[in-house]
């Protein structure tokens, strides 16, 4: 019998979820690092409900997606580019962290990885929303992979457990 750490078996099973994503997001046309993005602000966000820790993260995410649009909105209206970033940097950081106050936007960091994201992407708001909800579900997916090999290892210990007993 080969044993594996849960550990192991956790980052095995992510890994194959990953991998799904990876080929899915290829075949799509949609940029994998922003799914990945999107799945790093997932494990960020810190909420016990799974799904609530999704749409948290993703709520954050087009948060962070409004303020870099706005951003570059700014910027192309000042018509100098350099100058327009360098101002509304400052404005759109004093935003982001305000906003905090509110439960659904408290993830200071997903927000920002919608920022930029969304500045990666040259402002293709789009494309940055798509990949960051592929992302929030990937999250998901990746958390319950880790779940169920706790649940494969737990069921393990529990059985080897009951067969001393018997």
Do not use: H, R
Not at 34 to 57: H, I, M
Not at 58 to 70: D, M, V
Not at 77 to 100: D, E, F, K, N, R
Not at 121 to 133: E, Q, R, S, T, V
């Amino acid at each position: 019998m080969i044993l594996i750490s849960e550990l192991l078996l956790g980052a095995i099973l992510t890994g194959i979820v990953c991998t799904i994503w990876g080929t899915a997001s290829t075949l799509s046309g949609i940029f994998t690092w922003v799914g990945f993005a999107g799945c790093t602000s997932y494990f960020v966000v810190g909420e016990k409900d799974p799904l609530k820790n999704a749409f948290k993260s993703y709520i954050s995410n087009l948060s962070g997606i409004f303020w870099a649009t706005t951003s570059i909105y700014i910027s192309n209206l000042i018509g100098i580019p350099a100058l327009g970033i360098i101002i509304t940097t400052g404005l759109v950081t004093v935003c982001v962290i305000y906003q905090s106050k509110f439960e659904i936007l408290s993830s200071v960091p997903a927000c920002f990885i919608g920022c930029f994201i969304t500045f990666a992407l040259n402002g293709d708001y789009k494309m940055a929303a798509i990949g960051l909800l592929c992302g929030a579900i990937l999250g998901y997916f990746c958390d319950q992979a880790s779940k169920l090999a706790a649940k494969i290892k737990n069921k393990n210990i529990n059985n080897k457990v009951e067969m001393k007993k018997a």
